[in-house]
Structure formats: C-alpha cells, structure tokens
C-alpha cells in the first residue's frame, strides 16, 4: 500500500463502535498514520455488552498504540445521550478538536432474522436494531460535531452495509436491517449538507464480505487458514478489516478529501482511488463479483476479482 505515514501524525479522531470488526479495523489503520484515535464501545475487560463477544475496546486502542498512533479506549453506550456528551467533553479536554468522526456503532447481529418478513420477524429485536443501528449514529453526531466543525477539512465516515446504488435496488434481508443500512447511507449526505459550510466532508463507506472475528468464527477458520471454509462463493473475495481502514485513514489524509462528500462508497473503490492493498497484497472488490458473477450466475474464477 501507499504509505501515508507523517501526512497527519497531530490528527485526532474517534471511532464510535470500535471494539471489533470494522471499527477496530480502521482505528488500527488510522493509529498507523500516527493519530490519536478514541475507540469507543460498550464492551472492556471487566464487562461484555448484549454481543457477548470477547473482544474489548482496550485491546483495539493497544492494538492502535502498536501500530504507531495512541490509543484511548472509553466504554460508552452510544444510545446513552449522557454517556456520548461526556464523551465529548472528554475529548474536548483533552485535545481541544477533532478531525475524524467515524461513527461505525451497530452491535444488531444477534437481532434480525435472515429473509423473515415483518409480520413474523420479533418486532422488539427489530426496533432494537434501529435503534442500534441508527440514532446511535445521530446521537453520536449531535455531540461531536460542534467539536469537529470548529476547523475546516473535518472528516465524518458512516460505516454501513452496502452503496447507496446498491441497496437502491436490492432488498437486505428483513425491513429492519434493510432501513437501517440504508438509513446510514442517508446520513452521510445529510452530514455532508450540514458540514459543507465548514468545509467539512461526509461519506458512506461499505467494507466488502468482511473476515472480522465473528465471522472467522463461525466458519470455524482464522486468518491463517480462512480459505477453507466452507462458505458462499463470495468469501474467496472477502477482506480483512485493515482494507476498509487502509481506504478511511487514505481519505482522512487526502487534502483533497472534499471530492467524497455525500458519496457512498465501497472499500474497493477507495482502494483503487488510493494504489491501496489489503494485507495480503491484494485488492478485493466482492461488490463487482456479486454484481457481475453470482446474481446472474455467471462463471468466473473469484481470483480474477481480488
């Protein structure tokens, strides 16, 4: 990958829900430019959230540390508008500003049942997930933001599930996750409006099929041996969570950033934009293999799109 290193060692930035998968992915890689990155998350050492997942928001801001940034770790419940606000405040203490907000909060995996229409999906779990999914991402914004607009070239990245173009016309699963990863689609052209008087930049980012944690997991597979599971075609052109962070920390440091604002893009497109690799030297674009192999079951050598 392009190196990017020492083009903004003084940023300062805040990974809202960025205790595994994606967060921590791009917390690591923003660390690795040499900022100061808050990760925030619900679950630490001593306590585990509803995910009930091992992984804690000390270990990504040690694994930020690592990398070459510093890493703060704060356990806030980003539904909780107290716990966010001072959150803010914290940050505001003790830095004074902040250059990225990368809200990426959903922790709705365990909630939403796979092709279940609404009148039989628990309709509890998916309000939950909204919630989760959605105003944690405002809430979050309505706090930060007067910190990040008090200087121009801030950076809001939206973390979710699919383009715009893409979820325009394919329906995600069940009315709850479809809404909510649209709606955050929606939410980085309503910051891009709200930040454009202060030269600020909004955009929705989509990883591809993701190797995080949970889902090495349940392929019963780590990243040493990951090709062996047993899974949909797709996942021979998954990612790690370093490729979406490598294109996040590339567009924080881009002095030209403006260029993305009310954009909704996918982890391949920043690579390609960026000369940017994933770990393993490659440069996976699973959107295009979906769209050009599997929907219309077409044959093709899933290598050709790594």
Avoid at 232 to 245: F, I, K
Wanted: overall charge negative; hydrophobic content about 35%.
């Amino acid at each position: 990958m392009s190196s990017i290193r020492g083009t903004i060692d003084c940023m300062i930035a805040l990974v809202a829900g960025a205790t595994r998968g994606t967060g921590r992915g791009i917390a690591v890689e923003l660390g690795r430019t040499g900022a100061t990155v808050y990760c925030t998350g619900r679950t630490t050492r001593a306590q585990r959230s509803e995910m009930n997942r091992p992984e804690t928001i000390e270990e990504t801001a040690e694994l930020v540390t690592a990398a070459g940034g510093t890493g703060v770790a704060v356990q806030v419940d980003h539904l909780e508008r107290d716990q966010v606000e001072e959150l803010a405040g914290r940050v505001d203490r003790e830095q004074g500003r902040l250059d990225v907000l990368v809200n990426d909060v959903w922790g709705g995996d365990h909630l939403w049942e796979w092709d279940t229409p609404v009148w039989k999906h628990d309709m509890d779990k998916g309000l939950r997930l909204l919630r989760l999914a959605i105003e944690t991402h405002i809430v979050t914004s309505r706090h930060l933001l007067p910190l990040l607009i008090r200087n121009e070239g801030g950076l809001v990245v939206e973390v979710t599930d699919g383009t715009w173009a893409y979820n325009e016309t394919h329906y995600r699963e069940n009315v709850y996750y479809d809404l909510a990863k649209m709606s955050v689609n929606r939410l980085a052209f309503a910051w891009s409006n709200e930040l454009r008087p202060y030269g600020g930049t909004a955009l929705a980012v989509t990883p591809g099929f993701l190797r995080s944690e949970a889902m090495l997991d349940h392929f019963g597979t780590t990243e040493d041996n990951w090709r062996d599971a047993k899974a949909d075609p797709g996942w021979l052109v998954s990612e790690t969570p370093a490729y979406v962070g490598r294109g996040v920390a590339a567009v924080a440091a881009d002095p030209d950033k403006q260029r993305w604002t009310g954009r909704s893009v996918e982890s391949g497109e920043l690579a390609e934009a960026y000369d940017l690799t994933d770990v393993d030297g490659s440069r996976p674009q699973v959107w295009r293999y979906i769209t050009e192999v599997l929907e219309p079951g077409k044959d093709a050598d899933p290598a050709e799109y790594r």
